[in-house]
Structure formats: structure tokens, C-alpha cells
């Protein structure tokens, strides 16, 4: 199978890229991706000369762009975003190219070229804050953000082209991924890197806003799942079914980090912050997919890495990042 692959340099898109090289020795994959400044070529470094990989600079708002990049594939699997929703509090334009009119673009070549499959990576920000129970995928959407708005105009794009074109098209809708190679921006590596640099970890609000955890690889596993075996039209949702509040989680980083907890610095909330997510994933499990990595043992690995690859983020956190930082915390 040739898969092409959109936004596999930044932190999903390049864990999944070396999944499917390491468990499909038959499948080739092309990575469509703009390298934004959450698009790293270290990220996939390990696999630039397997020969069955190819990366492509390119925009997916740019169609010739895509079709090049397009031509032969099976089929698409579409991560390339912008990911962040405090950026997206501060501005949405790119939220808007990107995440609507680059996906539109995809989908529209994807139908010329009559590619066979096509799955849409969404989020689970896409049904909102969740007071009680549990999302499930034909729930309404209700997002809150700037980014959770861009990823649910995607969604309806791509729900228009399965209905209207017959473009066979699935939509992943995950909870919060984390996990190695994830930009420092995101709470998770953010609060492990300030952590490890004996700085404070800005916690928004309370802390009591509640995040279902999925270990990043659990997630490549489930989208490969559905890559493979979905069923087109549908829509699945992946939780990792760990809720856990922000400052439960601040507080384990730290203890896995032996760092005290006076590290932890309240600050004014996010605008829209969303209090709860939580998504039904019965409909994946009947496919077969269930997190293999339980929250401890995954997060405990993912600070482990995060200590043994400084050299992998110490450079993010310098220039432009932090021009981000000052002016994301400065007034808070
Ligand atoms: P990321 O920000 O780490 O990576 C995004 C990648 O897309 C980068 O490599 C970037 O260079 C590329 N990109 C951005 N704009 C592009 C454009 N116009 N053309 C080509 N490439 C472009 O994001 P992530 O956290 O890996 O998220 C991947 C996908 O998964 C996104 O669609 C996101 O909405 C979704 N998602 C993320 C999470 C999470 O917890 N991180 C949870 C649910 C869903
Ligand atoms: O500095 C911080 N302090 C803090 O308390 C940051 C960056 C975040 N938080 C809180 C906000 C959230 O309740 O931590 C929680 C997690 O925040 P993020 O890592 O920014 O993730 P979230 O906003 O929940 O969105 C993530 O999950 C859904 C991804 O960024 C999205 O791409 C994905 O769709």
C-alpha cells in the first residue's frame, strides 16, 4: 500500500510514519509537509534513507503541490494542522488555511485521483466540554476554540465528500495524545521541559480542567487500524480512557521528575477552556483496538525521553518559541 501521509514531521504524524515502516514491510509512505514551526525533520531522521519513505515540502493549500504528491497513493491519511489551540486564541488565520481550505484541498484531489481511502485525524474538541458522560460520534459539534472550530469545519468537509462524492472517507476523533517528538508548546512537554529546567509550570485556571490521556503510539495503532479496516463513511472515536485532571497531572510529572511541587504556578485561565473531555470509544473497540500502554507506564516513558533527548528540544525552546512564551505567559 502507498500511503500518502500529510504533517508526518510534526508530533502523530511522525510517530505514525515509523509505525508503519516498522509493522508494514510492504507499504511505502510519502510525508506531505510544510514544516511550520511544529514540523521537525529531526523527528524522522531515523527513517530519511529507508527507501520506502519519501518526503515532500509542501503546502497542503498549494493543489498542484498536492496532486504531485498525491499521484499513486492508495490512500491518505491527513494529520497536517495547526495543532495549538492557545495559538489559535491569539490568532486564526493559518487555523483557518490549513485546517478548512488545505483539507478541501485534499479532498477534492483525493476525489479527481479517486484515491481508495481517506482518514481524516480529528479531535475530540470537536464535540466541546463534556459535563457528564461520554461523546459519542454522532453527537453534535459544539466547539468552543478557534482550533476545535477549524478541525470541525474539516470534519464536515470530509463527512460532504464520503455523502455527496462517495469519496471513501473515515474521521478519527482522539483525545489528548502525548508521547515522544511532541512540540513544547502542548501542557505534557511543556510541563516535563520546564520541569526539568527547574522552572514554573504554568497551570491555567483551577487545574481541575479533566483531559483523557492516549499514549501517542496507542493512537498510531488504532488510525492503522482503521486505515486498514474501517469502515467508509464512518467516524471513530479513540480515548484513552484516562481521565485525569491538569493538576493531578502536573503533580505525577513531578514526582516522576523528583522536582517539588512548588514548581506548579497558578495562572489566569484560557479563554473558552474547555472544563471536560470525554469520548465513548465503544465503536473502535468493536474493531478491535485497545491502548495497549496504561497512563503510568506511558507517562512514566514519556518524561524518560523527553530526559534522555534534551538535544531534541532544548533548540525548540529558544527564538521563536520563546518570543511565544513571553508573550502567551507574560500577562497571565
Ligand atoms: P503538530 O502541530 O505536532 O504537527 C502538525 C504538522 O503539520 C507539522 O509537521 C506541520 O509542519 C504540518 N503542517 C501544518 N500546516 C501545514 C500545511 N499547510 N501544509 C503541510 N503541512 C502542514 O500536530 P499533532 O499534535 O501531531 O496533530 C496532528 C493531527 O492530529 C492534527 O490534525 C490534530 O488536529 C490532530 N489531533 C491532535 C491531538 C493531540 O493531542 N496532539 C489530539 C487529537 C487530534
Ligand atoms: O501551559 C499550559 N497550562 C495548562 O494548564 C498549557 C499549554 C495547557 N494547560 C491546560 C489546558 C488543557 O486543559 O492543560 C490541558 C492540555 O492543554 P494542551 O496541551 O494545550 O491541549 P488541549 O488544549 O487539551 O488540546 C490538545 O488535545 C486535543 C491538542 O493540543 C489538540 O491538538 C488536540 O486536538
Known amino acids: 500500500m502507498k500511503i500518502l501521509v500529510t504533517g508526518g514531521s510534526g508530533f502523530i504524524g511522525s510517530n505514525f510514519v515509523r509505525h508503519v515502516l516498522a509493522t508494514h514491510p510492504d507499504h511505502a509512505v510519502v510525508n506531505l509537509d510544510k514544516l511550520t514551526y511544529a514540523g521537525n525533520p529531526e523527528n524522522l531522521r531515523d527513517v530519511e534513507s529507508d527507501r520506502r519513505y519519501r518526503f515532500v515540502h509542501g503546502d497542503i493549500c498549494d493543489a498542484a503541490a498536492v496532486r504531485d504528491a498525491m499521484a499513486g497513493a492508495d490512500a491518505v491519511v491527513h494529520f497536517a494542522a495547526e495543532s495549538h489551540v492557545d495559538k489559535s486564541n491569539l490568532g486564526a488565520d493559518e487555523f483557518l488555511r490549513t485546517n478548512v481550505s488545505g483539507t478541501f484541498t485534499l479532498l477534492d484531489t483525493a476525489r479527481e485521483l479517486k484515491v481508495g481511502r481517506f482518514v481524516q485525524v480529528s479531535t475530540d474538541e470537536v464535540y466541546g466540554s463534556i459535563a457528564r458522560g461520554a461523546a459519542r460520534e454522532a453527537d453534535l459539534l459544539n466547539p468552543s476554540n478557534p482550533y476545535a472550530a477549524s478541525k470541525a469545519a474539516g470534519d464536515l468537509f470530509a463527512r460532504s465528500y464520503w455523502t455527496t462524492h462517495g469519496l471513501p472517507v473515515i474521521i478519527t476523533r482522539s483525545s489528548n495524545n502525548f508521547g515522544p517528538y511532541q512540540y513544547p508548546e502542548k501542557a505534557t512537554p511543556l510541563f516535563i521541559?520546564?520541569?526539568?529546567?527547574?522552572?514554573?509550570?504554568?497551570?491555567?485556571?483551577?487545574?481541575?480542567?479533566?483531559?483523557?490521556?492516549?499514549?501517542?503510539?496507542?493512537?498510531?495503532?488504532?488510525?492503522?487500524?482503521?486505515?486498514?479496516r474501517g469502515r467508509d463513511g464512518e467516524i471513530y472515536n479513540i480515548g484513552g480512557g484516562t481521565e485525569v485532571e491538569n493538576a493531578e497531572l502536573t503533580r505525577r510529572i513531578l514526582r516522576l521528575l523528583g522536582k517539588p511541587e512548588s514548581l506548579i504556578q497558578p495562572v489566569r485561565d484560557r479563554p473558552g477552556h474547555d472544563r471536560r473531555y470525554a469520548l465513548d470509544s465503544s465503536r473502535i473497540h468493536d474493531l478491535g483496538w485497545t491502548p495497549r500502554h496504561s497512563f503510568d507506564a506511558a507517562l512514566e516513558a514519556t518524561v524518560a525521553w523527553y530526559r534522555t533527548h534534551e538535544a531534541w528540544w532544548r533548540p525548540l525552546k529558544s527564538g521563536q518559541f520563546k518570543a511565544y512564551y513571553a508573550r502567551q505567559y507574560s500577562n497571565r
Open 193 to 228: 521541559t520546564n520541569a526539568i529546567e527547574d522552572r514554573p509550570l504554568p497551570l491555567y485556571g483551577d487545574g481541575r480542567n479533566v483531559r483523557d490521556w492516549l499514549y501517542v503510539l496507542d493512537n498510531c495503532e488504532a488510525i492503522d487500524l482503521v486505515l486498514h
